[in-house]
């Protein structure tokens, strides 16, 4: 069973980077594509990135090309590299197990198992 823990966040300025990572204790990460979300105050929790189990990654247009999401099965663990960040992205970053091996969609419930989250704050 995936069970998900994320690390990384904190308190950063405009331009910075960041790098968040994902454990998961229950050793399955592996079988299953990978997810990114975020929830800003007073916002619906949107999609941020994925990496299906073969290594294909997605990206929403918000964070293309200054977001990362890569993995490492070895380790159990999936990272997101957070570069140039933005105030828009202060958000608690959710880290989530897709249903299956395969990227099969950006929906919240395309994603079985979620960790408790992990605060990204950007200050000016």
């Known amino acids: 069973q995936v069970q998900l823990v994320e690390s990384g966040g904190g308190l950063v300025q405009v331009g910075d980077s960041l790098r968040l990572s994902c454990a998961d204790s229950?050793?399955?990460?592996?079988?299953?594509?990978m997810g990114w979300f975020r929830q800003a105050p007073g916002k619906e929790r949107e999609f941020v990135a994925a990496?299906?189990?073969?290594?294909?990654?997605y990206y929403a247009d918000s964070v293309k090309a200054r977001f990362t999401v890569s993995r490492d099965n070895a380790k159990n663990t999936v990272s997101l590299q957070m570069n140039s960040l933005k105030l828009e992205d202060t958000a608690i970053y959710y880290c989530?197990?897709?249903?299956?091996?395969?990227?099969?969609?950006?929906?919240?419930?395309?994603?079985?198992?979620w960790g408790q989250g992990t605060q990204v704050t950007v200050s000016a």
């Open positions: 989530a197990a897709g249903r299956s091996y395969f990227y099969s969609g950006r929906s919240q419930r395309d994603f079985g198992s």
């Open positions: 229950g050793r399955t990460l592996s079988s299953h594509a």
């Open positions: 990496i299906s189990g073969t290594g294909n990654t």
